[in-house]
């Protein structure tokens, strides 16, 4: 498989305030993220994973190393527009990153700005409203639609463009819990149907259960890789970064330090609740 | 309570009126306005009250929306007619202390009022019938030949249409701050004019900061939906003249037109 993300040795820090030292965002990133995979990045906040995100579609430029898309220096201006369409980025609150006051005028926005021909505007427009099952909301007005159905439509805009890779950067942090599974199952079907690479930046543990990769960042690095199960299970280390493991791995941890023999990575309720009752058989 | 403000209000149908491309309503608007200042008689200003009630009955909205419109503005006209009445000099009709009317002055008053009477309800006419979308959508493609005079016309229809998306989230949010500085015992509602206008303050602040952060926001999501100015920009919607545009263009240019001639002969 091709990586359509990747970035060696990157660094970034923030232009410092007055009289203080510059403080380092990014210290010495090397990650390489695989076309079609679903990756979540956690981090408490702070650790960086936000200006990570920024990076990977050139809304920040890097201060050291590299950073590839799809093959595509992001310091290269003239490649900028294309990276951008490769790479699309839905961002945190909902309601400043829609730019038209009819849903489907915004999901158009995208492709108008990259010319593409009007016939071919409607056909991206009507398919992408389907892929986030927002088809009948084509003419509302976005201010009456509710945050998560918000989220759908800027993620619509971004599928309108046709990008290889869709940035989540924090978007269900101001979801209600109804809108945030909306928004997840709306990824992790574009990620499944149309193999879309979907990177998940979130502090909500049970959202990292979904991917089948979890990054982990401390102090502008990532400090843990693997699959969720790798990951979620290391209790002792999260807490010690400022995380919380999911509720079913921290009751599991519970129970096996009461000296009861349960696995550690049952990351599902379900999954959870049948290791448990195996362990009291 | 403050949801249900709305700027040029726009009642949706699907009228012929309604269905014209809005640069035909906007030029419709152009060519009435000067007719109307165009016209000098009794007999042009009939032609145009004729156009105007043709146009209401065609778009089906409501008359009585039309007369609330002039509400606001109200003041204004009678003040033109006050004006008009006491200072046209012409031939005394009566007089009292320093006042004298004259006929001159009651036809111009008269005169007055109509004209702005219909300019009002006339420029609504396009408001009510044609959505902000279309609206900006139109002024844009008219203006589109100042362009090369380096007019930023795309620019400034762009603007106005995130002025217009953002409105209602900008109330909203002026609602919520009001609601939060209640909550810490604001008093909004008694003290003078000096003493209110100071309670406003401590909205002001909140909401222009949170606009500008808004701006920002906006500014880095269109950017990373490669926006990059109006240069090989398409369009979802692209604007069609369509028959019926040139035959109500035609009709309207013959109003002006006999109007006109009209004047010239002094009616």
């Not at chain 2, 009510?128 to 016309?153: F, H």
Request: charged content about 20%; glycine content about 8%.
């Amino acid at each position: 498989m091709s990586e359509i993300i990747k970035t060696e040795h990157l660094t970034f820090s923030y232009p410092p305030d007055e009289g203080k030292e510059p403080v380092l965002a990014l210290g010495g990133v090397s990650l390489s993220i695989e076309q079609g995979s679903f990756v979540t990045i956690l981090g408490h906040n702070g650790s960086g994973k936000s200006t990570l995100a920024k990076h990977m579609n050139a809304v920040l430029l890097p201060e050291g190393g590299t950073v590839w898309v799809d093959g595509m220096d992001t310091r290269d201006e003239s490649l900028l527009l294309e990276i951008r369409r490769r790479v699309g980025m839905v961002f945190q609150n909902p309601d400043n990153q829609i730019v038209a006051n009819v849903v489907e005028e915004d999901v158009a926005f995208g492709p108008e700005n990259l010319g593409v021909a009007t016939e071919d505007i409607r056909v991206r427009v009507d398919s992408a409203l389907q892929a986030v099952r927002m088809g009948e909301f084509q003419m509302h007005a976005p201010h009456h639609l509710s945050g998560g159905q918000k989220q759908r439509i800027a993620i619509a805009g971004v599928i309108a463009m046709e990008p290889k890779c869709i940035v989540l950067d924090e978007s269900t942090a101001m979801l209600d819990p109804l809108g945030r599974r909306e928004v997840l199952d709306t990824v992790s079907r574009l990620n499944r149907e149309k193999g879309i690479t979907i990177v998940l930046i979130t502090h909500h543990m049970d959202e990292a259960a979904l991917a089948d990769r979890v990054v982990v960042m401390s102090g502008g690095r990532p400090v843990m890789d693997g699959t969720p199960r790798e990951v979620l299970v290391r209790v002792e280390e999260l807490r010690a970064i400022g995380l919380d493991a999911p509720h079913t791995v921290e009751l599991l941890h519970g129970l096996r330090q009461d000296g009861f023999d349960v696995p550690l990575d049952a990351l599902g309720i379900g999954e959870c609740a049948e290791a448990i009752v195996q362990a009291l058989a | 309570m403050l949801k249900d403000i709305t700027l040029g209000q726009y009642f949706p149908g699907t009228s012929l009126a309604h269905r014209l491309d809005p640069r035909t309503k906007l030029l419709l608007t152009v060519i009435y306005i000067v007719a109307l200042f165009c016209a000098k008689s009794f007999f042009s200003y009939l032609l145009i009250a004729l156009v105007l009630f043709t146009g209401i009955k065609v778009s089906g909205v409501a008359p009585k929306a039309l007369v609330r419109g002039l509400k606001p503005i109200l003041f204004i006209i009678c003040f033109t007619a006050v004006l008009n009445l006491f200072y046209t000099p012409g031939e005394t009709l009566a007089s009292f202390w320093i006042f004298k009317i004259t006929k001159e002055g009651i036809f111009t008053a008269f005169f007055m009022v109509l004209r702005i009477t219909m300019l009002i309800m006339g420029t609504f006419l396009l408001t009510y019938t044609t959505s902000p979308i279309a609206l900006t959508d139109g002024m844009e493609a008219l203006l589109g030949p100042l362009k090369r005079v380096r007019v930023p016309v795309h620019e400034l229809a762009m603007m106005m249409s995130i002025a217009l998306r953002f409105i209602p989230t900008l109330i909203e949010e002026t609602d919520k701050i009001m609601s939060a500085q209640k909550a810490r015992g604001a008093d909004f509602e008694s003290g003078n004019l000096i003493e209110r206008a100071k309670a406003l303050v401590p909205i002001l602040v909140p909401l222009f900061i949170s606009a500008f952060r808004r701006a920002d926001e906006l500014a880095v999501a269109m950017e990373c939906r490669c926006y990059h100015g109006g240069e090989g920009r398409t369009k979802l919607h692209v604007l069609r003249y369509k028959p019926r545009d040139y035959l109500v263009l035609a009709a309207y240019a013959a109003v002006l037109a006999g109007v006109l001639v009209l004047a010239r002969f002094g009616l």
